[in-house]
């Protein structure tokens, strides 16, 4: 509810379509709590103090829900002067105009509306699909979720350029519901974070399944262990599976290995800048370092978005002269090969979704007992880091872990609530008061007995 506020907020929303429910998440129920006006309100004349701006709210299913429309009642509606006057709204659009403002917390703070054009988005949708040699013979798994430009752009863009067939296994990933829809199917391609990928590989009825009709794919969303795309190339029937690197801001790959690179290259980098784009990789004065040393990785061109909507502050810290910080360390070869070696913020990458601590972190500045808090990645051996947090608690009060994370149910996306909680009385800091979280990461992972090679 807090980050859905934020958001419709954000953009100045005048209409908002939803699901019923998903998963552990009731929208419905929601919505009528986030708009307590909902109820007693006309539907599309919505007035309500939260999100002044929300006139209208638009739900799927059959069933109806007070103060909203029906979805197929919506195109139902439309008569002949609102379809002219929708033919003359096409005529007025441009490539350029904005089509899509995909959230991203980028790398601190609230979330930032990536704000991207048909010329970003159907490009980039282009770029991929030739480089995975699409054509309308081939039917792409998708598993992924559609809220993120991996399944927008990279699965259901990319389809439509290319005349390919959108394959939906289940609502949310399931690694059973894929190996069936592989088979049944008869999927050319399938697409991947590295923890879907080792759940399939992991699965008891994979041995059984049939994945003969796969032949290339992509793995992206997280660093792609070397070992896990041998196994992808060899037990998943996949010798042309490619690995793409990118971000929301840039629509969003930047880089890709093609499907006939050398495997060592496949598996073993993020493949080379993509076609109409640029990349270099800086030092900390933002000059351009020598071949074969680290540096934040940058890229230019059609891909980058306009800018962060309605936040030229953090506009103007992430682009400079056309150029995107990603926010990532990395190496080039001679050869244009990028391999990622680190990331410049303390980003958390949880199976694929990327987990800001600050953003976590401010909300739980929220709790009446906190004082404060702060959270970081541990390595996990399922989806290579999980959410951890040491709490200091106010004067006199006493809290239990389980009563944080009820407080954070709800409120925030299930993946960013913390695993591990832990009360401290003190942070260790440097001797100029900087809070170090590496020694914070450091403790817990020996605390637990966790390694880094347990983030395969």
């Given at each position: 509810?807090?980050?859905l506020?934020?958001v419709?907020?954000?953009?100045?929303?005048s209409?908002?379509?939803?699901?019923v429910a998903?998963k552990?998440?009731?929208?419905?129920?929601?919505?009528?709590?986030?708009?307590?006006?909902?109820?007693?309100?006309?539907?599309?004349?919505?007035?309500?103090?939260?999100v002044?701006?929300?006139?209208?709210?638009?739900?799927l299913?059959?069933?109806t829900?007070?103060?909203?429309?029906?979805f197929?009642?919506?195109?139902?509606?439309a008569?002949?002067?609102?379809r002219?006057?929708?033919?003359?709204?096409?005529?007025?659009?441009?490539?350029h105009?904005?089509?899509?403002?995909?959230f991203?917390?980028?790398?601190?703070?609230?979330?930032?509306?990536?704000t991207?054009?048909?010329?970003?988005?159907?490009?980039?949708?282009?770029?991929?699909?030739?480089t995975?040699g699409?054509t309308?013979?081939?039917?792409?798994?998708?598993?992924?979720?559609?809220?993120?430009?991996?399944?927008?752009v990279?699965?259901?863009?990319?389809?439509?350029?290319?005349?390919a067939?959108?394959?939906?296994?289940?609502e949310a990933?399931e690694?059973?519901?894929?190996?069936?829809?592989?088979?049944?199917?008869?999927c050319?391609s399938?697409?991947?974070?590295?923890?879907?990928?080792?759940?399939?590989?992991d699965?008891?009825?994979?041995?059984?399944?049939?994945?003969?009709?796969?032949?290339?794919?992509?793995?992206?969303?997280?660093?792609?262990?070397?070992?896990?795309?041998?196994?992808?190339v060899?037990?998943?029937h996949?010798?042309?599976?490619?690995?793409?690197y990118?971000?929301?801001e840039?629509?969003?790959?930047s880089?890709?290995?093609?499907?006939?690179d050398?495997?060592e290259?496949?598996?073993?980098?993020?493949?080379?800048?993509?076609?109409?784009a640029?990349a270099?990789?800086?030092?900390?004065?933002?000059?351009?370092?020598?071949?074969g040393?680290?540096?934040?990785?940058?890229?230019r061109g059609y891909?980058?978005?306009?800018?962060?909507?309605?936040?030229?502050?953090?506009?103007?810290e992430?682009?400079e002269?056309?150029?995107?910080?990603t926010?990532?360390?990395?190496?080039?070869d001679?050869?244009?090969?990028?391999?990622i070696?680190?990331?410049?913020?303390?980003?958390?990458?949880?199976?694929?979704?990327?987990?800001?601590?600050?953003?976590?972190?401010?909300f739980?500045y929220r709790h009446?007992k906190?004082?404060?808090?702060?959270?970081?990645?541990?390595p996990?051996?399922?989806f290579?880091?999980?959410?951890a947090v040491?709490i200091?608690?106010?004067?006199?009060?006493?809290?239990?872990?389980?009563e944080i994370?009820?407080?954070?149910r709800?409120?925030?996306?299930?993946?960013?609530?913390?695993?591990?909680v832990r009360?401290?009385?003190?942070?260790?800091?440097?001797?100029?008061?900087?809070?170090?979280?590496?020694?914070?990461?450091?403790?817990?992972?020996?605390?637990?007995?966790?390694t880094?090679?347990?983030?395969?």
């Open positions: 509810g807090n980050e506020a934020y419709l907020n954000k953009v100045g929303c209409g908002l379509i939803t699901g998903f552990t998440s009731d929208y419905i129920a929601m919505l009528h709590e986030l708009l307590p006006e909902l109820g007693d309100s006309a539907p599309g004349q919505l007035a309500a103090a939260a002044p701006t929300l006139r209208t709210v638009i739900r299913g059959d069933e829900s007070r103060g909203m429309l029906n197929a009642a919506v195109p139902a509606a008569d002949a002067a609102a002219r006057r929708l033919a003359e709204i096409e005529t007025t659009l441009d490539p105009d904005p089509i899509n403002i995909q991203t917390s980028g790398t601190t703070g609230t979330p930032k509306g990536a991207l054009s048909h010329h970003n988005i159907l490009n980039n949708a282009y770029f991929i699909g030739r995975l699409y309308a013979a081939d039917r792409i798994c998708i598993p992924v979720p559609l809220y993120h430009c991996f399944g927008m990279g699965g259901n863009l990319v389809a439509i350029t290319c005349g067939a959108m394959v939906y296994p289940e990933f690694p059973g519901a894929v190996l069936r829809a592989i088979a049944q199917e008869r050319t399938l697409y991947g974070v590295p923890t879907m990928f080792v759940a399939l590989l699965h008891p009825d994979f041995a059984a399944a049939d994945v003969a009709s796969l032949r290339t794919g992509v793995m992206a969303g997280a660093p792609c262990p070397i070992e896990l795309m041998k196994q992808a060899s037990r998943l996949m010798p042309q599976i490619t690995i793409a990118g971000m929301t840039t629509s969003p790959v880089f890709q290995s093609r499907r006939d050398p495997v290259k496949r598996v073993g980098t993020v493949g080379r800048i993509h076609p109409h640029e270099k990789i800086v030092d900390d004065g933002g000059e351009t370092v020598a071949i040393e680290q540096g934040e990785i940058m890229t891909l980058v978005m306009q800018g962060y909507w309605n936040d030229a502050d953090k506009t103007a992430a682009m002269d056309g150029w995107m910080h926010g990532d360390l990395g190496t080039l001679e050869e244009g090969w990028l391999r070696t680190g990331r410049v913020k303390d980003m958390i990458i949880r199976g694929g979704e990327n987990v800001y601590p600050r953003e976590i972190e401010e739980l009446p906190i004082l404060e808090a702060q959270v970081f990645g541990v996990d051996a399922k290579g880091e999980a959410v040491w200091q608690l106010r004067e006199g009060e006493q809290a239990s872990a389980e994370r009820e407080f954070c709800g409120e925030i996306a299930h993946y960013k609530i913390p695993r591990y009360f401290v009385s003190a942070f260790p800091m440097t001797v100029t008061g900087k809070i170090q979280k590496f020694q914070m990461r450091r403790a817990l992972a020996e605390e637990l007995g966790l880094e090679a347990e983030t395969a």
